[in-house]
């Protein structure tokens, strides 16, 4: 019987037994949960909180440092392409410069060149003057003398002044 015993056990529903080891068990982890809840989870939440307000506000704050850093990069490229522009247009007005100095020196050289040349004339102008009053007069002693020589008198100083001034109107008018 042993056997029918042993089968007639197993085929027989047992009944929920309640035990206070289970019991104990039960409201032992009950008390954790709300001393956990009490005591840790809400310190470790604020503390989450925390560390996600901080996370927040450094990301916001590198994307305000980004936005300024963008900016700056903007105002300086902007002033990078004027200080282009404005070396432009130093090169430019001072080749403006150089050539209005280039054009006023060939024009003061021209005009001293002119004013040379003028007085290079002139100058020409009064030497040969002088050698034909020169010759004349030359030519006038020389045709006094032989005119001397053909009257063969002597002939006073105001004759000699109307000979040489009648001699030269006449070598002037020949030529």
């Excluded at 060939?106 to 005009?111: A, K, W």
């Amino acid at each position: 019987m042993n056997y029918a015993m042993a089968v007639l056990e197993v085929s027989t529903p047992r009944v929920l037994v309640l035990d206070w080891g289970i019991l104990f068990t039960i409201i032992n982890i009950a008390i954790l949960a709300v001393f956990f809840k009490i005591f840790l989870f809400d310190k470790v939440n604020a503390v989450l909180e925390e560390r996600q307000q901080l996370i927040g506000d450094n990301l916001a704050e590198a994307e305000k440092s980004k936005e300024e850093a963008a900016t700056m990069k903007h105002q300086y490229e902007k002033k990078l392409n004027e200080a282009d522009q404005e070396s432009v247009q130093i090169i430019k007005e001072a080749k403006e410069r150089a050539q209005i100095e280039y054009n006023k020196k060939i024009e003061e050289s021209h005009t001293e060149a002119a004013r040379i040349m003028e007085e290079a004339n002139r100058s020409i102008a009064l030497e040969k003057k002088k050698s034909m009053e020169q010759a004349q007069s030359e030519i006038a002693g020389i045709a006094l003398l032989a005119a001397q020589k053909v009257m063969q008198k002597n002939v006073d100083a105001a004759d000699n002044k109307k000979l040489i001034g009648d001699f030269l109107q006449e070598a002037g008018g020949s030529e």
